[in-house]
């Protein structure tokens, strides 16, 4: 079992920037494949980010390339979003997601691929 805890939620203004921070504990942390997902009201859950294991391949979704920032710190067992240049449609709850994987290098963008989630982080971008 793998429990995650978000962190560094709030509220923003357009072009701001945030970092999110996302605390595993249970397992061998550096096991697992993370990402990064959002949830808007009345909109589906999406994907934001990926990592694997290694933290050597990250993967973005377009609507924030170049924006957004996914990293690492396996001896803190923990993941990082980094958001800069936030928009009001970046509003939404944040959840991070583990899987685990034998592949340093595998990493998904499918959120039914996950196995453990965390309970999310809001986050509000004012215009």
């Known amino acids: 079992q793998v429990q995650l805890v978000e962190s560094g939620g709030g509220l923003v203004q357009a072009g701001g920037s945030l970092r999110l921070s996302c605390a595993a504990s249970?397992?061998?942390?550096?096991?697992?494949?993370m990402g990064w997902f959002r949830q808007a009201p009345g909109k589906e859950r999406e994907f934001v980010a990926a990592?694997?294991?290694?933290?050597?391949?990250?993967y973005y979704a377009d609507s924030v390339k170049g924006r957004f920032t996914v990293s690492r710190d396996n001896a803190k067992n923990t993941m990082y979003l980094q958001m800069n240049s936030l928009k009001p449609e970046d509003t939404a709850v944040y959840c991070c997601a583990a899987k685990y994987s034998a592949s340093r290098v595998y990493y998904t963008t499918l959120r039914n691929e996950y196995n453990y989630w965390g309970q999310g982080t809001q986050v509000t971008v004012s215009s």
């Open positions: 249970g397992r061998t942390f550096s096991n697992y494949a």
């Open positions: 990592i694997s294991s290694s933290g050597i391949i990250t």
